[in-house]
């Protein structure tokens, strides 16, 4: 596609169940972010990947947050044994390097 | 730690008028700036940037202008139309890491 995907775009979950999230870059991009953005809230960086290498990953909150972007394309953002404050839009971007970042319309994840 | 400040969450302008966001940071190490629009369940757009060598750039209606002694860049949209409305944020990133900092955005309401 032209833009970044990323599904689901909603995910409802009960608390201590793993999720995983899901982004596909703009083919080409070799730099990937996931950021989080609470409501009224400006997006937090989580991780970014150049190609599959992950090259900062001091913004996720805790050892249950995990992502992978193995073939350096796709990429998977895991939250294991899930927490109500986990609650949040996730949202995925791609760029070229140090270029502008191009966002995925989000998943919103909702943890019950 | 918030390293970009927007410390007007809202504005309102009269359609026609000009409409000024303003950003402050803090880490004097930023040398590329980023605005991006966002409508209600959609993800942040691209508007304009500025690299620090630079103090204005300009595209259409969009201007930023950047103030390195005094860490603040502002975005100025002229004349304001009633499509303008919604949430910006900017954005700030040392060129050679590629983490990007955002701003928690001013919602912009432009009045017909």
């Known amino acids: 596609g032209a833009g970044v995907s990323q599904s689901p775009r909603y995910k409802v979950t009960k608390r201590g169940q793993d999720v995983a999230l899901r982004c596909d870059p703009i083919?080409?991009?070799?730099?990937l972010y996931w950021y989080r953005q609470a409501l009224g809230q400006g997006p937090e960086f989580l991780t970014y990947?150049?190609?599959?290498?992950?090259?900062?990953k001091s913004g996720l909150p805790n050892d249950r947050f995990s992502a992978e972007r193995p073939e350096g394309s796709i990429s998977t953002l895991t939250i294991q044994r899930t927490e109500q404050r986990d609650s949040a839009m996730y949202r995925c971007?791609?760029?070229?390097?140090?270029?502008?970042?191009?966002f995925g319309s989000g998943t919103q994840l909702s943890v019950l | 730690d918030q390293q970009v400040k927007q410390n007007s969450p809202s504005l309102s302008v009269q359609e026609g008028r000009i409409s000024i966001l303003n950003c402050d940071y803090t880490?004097?190490?930023?040398?590329?700036f980023l605005w991006y629009k966002k409508y209600p369940a959609e993800g942040p757009t691209f508007l304009i940037s500025?690299?620090?060598?630079?103090d204005k750039n300009e595209d259409g209606r969009f201007t930023v202008f950047l103030n390195k002694s005094a860490k603040h860049l502002s975005l100025h949209i002229v004349p304001s139309q009633p499509g303008d409305s919604a949430v910006y944020f900017c954005?700030?990133?040392?060129?050679?890491?590629?983490?990007?900092?955002f701003g928690t955005g001013t919602s912009l309401t432009v009045i017909p």
């Open positions: 971007a791609s760029s070229r390097p140090n270029e502008k970042l191009f």
């Open positions: 083919s080409g991009h070799v730099s």
């Open positions: 990947f150049n190609y599959e290498a992950q090259q900062d």
């Open positions: 880490n004097s190490m930023f040398d590329y």
């Open positions: 500025i690299s620090s060598i630079k």
């Open positions: 954005a700030a990133s040392v060129n050679t890491g590629n983490q990007f900092y």
